[in-house]
């Protein structure tokens, strides 16, 4: 019995949970709960079966010096946490960065005869000469550095 995947956790993967939960808890809404439960619970049910029988035909093992020793199909509790853990951090990172920062009712209109649309006009003609002119030292062969 031992400790070791138990402090892989308390050490990488429950802190960025911690950071990402706090981060997120104002905007936290309750079809997120239904969205992380939802994809925690798939997670888990399609990874024990592969673990399981990953583990009983010997192609990976768990060493009992680095486990605590419990274990759902032969999966130990700390391999199961791991993929709940897993699953709650990247959802909630997804979450995280999808979330809308600036509503479209908030943008002002263009105005026709804007002169914004020449200056757009300027720099996307800029940047194709920047690629363009990129393309040509490209195919020189010149260190351009």
Known sequence: ??????????????????????LYYPLHTRLDTYKLAFLITIAVLSTIPWDSYLIRTNIWSYPASVI?????????????????????NTTVLYLLCSKATLHPVYLAREKKGDSWKWVKLVGQVGLGLVIKKSADWIREGKERT
């Open 68 to 88: 605590i020793g419990p274990k759902l199909f032969d999966i130990p509790l700390e391999e199961v946490f791991f993929f709940v853990i897993q699953t709650w």
């Open 1 to 22: 019995m031992g400790y070791d995947y138990a402090i892989v956790h308390l050490k990488y993967t429950i802190p960025p949970a911690v950071l990402l939960s706090a």
